[in-house]
T-cell receptor, first 111, second 114 residues
Framework: SQTIHQWPATLVQPVGSPLSLECTVE??????LYWYRQAAGRGLQLLFY??????ISSEVPQNLSASRPQDRQFILSSKKLLLSDSGFYLC??????????FGPGTRLTVT | AQSVTQLDSHVSVSEGTPVLLRCNYS??????LFWYVQHPNKGLQLLLK??????LVKGINGFEAEFKKSETSFHLTKPSAHMSDAAEYFC????????????FGTGTRLQVTL
């Protein structure tokens, strides 16, 4: 069966510091991968998606970036965090054009 | 363009009574529709999905939803609420493009009281 991992689970970072969040999927090949952000009291906002290694599409211009160095690895990064980057970050994968499966999330607090 | 409207931001029911969470959608194509549940500080779990097969869809934990094209609705129901059902519920529509991009509703928080 497929499993999706995210780490770290929680993170507190100062403004201006770099960020690296990692997501890996097991048990499937060539999945579509997604990064979402969920701000407090709001729905989910799609940040990036990837249909293959090195293929990244950005949905919202911002100071975040994503990379897919391996088939089942998806990384969310920032060179300098802003206060507004605080939130709950969710990684998801899909195998078909239908449902997506979500990881446990990373709670990021920028201070 | 596709969109989803969850008609209630908060629903409160007593344990053992029926649950109804309302969702209306807008889509230019035949949509795929989903309900996800999120418990506090957790990821989202897929409850059920509609992908142009049977209009009455049964999901996990006793939930079901009915796709009504004429009403553009996909309401989530459960005959008898349990305390463990207290969570945030998201209605979602899918764009079946190159990579399935989901459009989320704003969520309905379900409270279950004794």
């Amino acid at each position: 069966s497929q499993t999706i991992h995210q780490w770290p689970a929680t993170l507190v970072q100062p403004v201006g510091s770099p960020l690296s969040l990692e997501c890996t999927v097991e048990g499937t090949s060539n999945p579509n991968l997604y990064w979402y952000r969920q701000a407090a009291g709001r729905g989910l906002q799609l940040l990036f998606y990837s249909v293959g290694i090195g293929q990244i599409s950005s949905e919202v211009p911002q100071n975040l970036s994503a990379s897919r160095p391996q088939d089942r690895q998806f990384i969310l990064s920032s060179k300098k965090l802003l206060l507004s980057d605080s939130g709950f970050y969710l990684c998801a994968w899909s195998e078909t054009f239908y449902e997506q499966y979500f990881g446990p999330g990373t709670r990021l607090t920028v201070t | 363009a596709q969109s989803v409207t969850q008609l209630d931001s908060h629903v409160s029911v007593s344990e053992g009574t029926p649950v109804l969470l309302r969702c209306n959608y807008s889509s230019s194509y035949s949509p795929s529709l989903f309900w996800y549940v999120q418990h506090p500080n957790k990821g989202l779990q897929l409850l059920l999905k509609y992908t142009s097969a049977a209009t009455l869809v049964k999901g996990i934990n006793g939930f079901e939803a009915e796709f009504k094209k004429s009403e553009t609705s996909f309401h989530l129901t459960k005959p008898s609420a349990h305390m463990s059902d207290a969570a945030e519920y998201f209605c979602v529509v899918s764009d079946t493009g190159t990579a399935s991009k989901l459009t989320f509703g704003t969520g309905t928080r379900l409270q279950v009281t004794l």
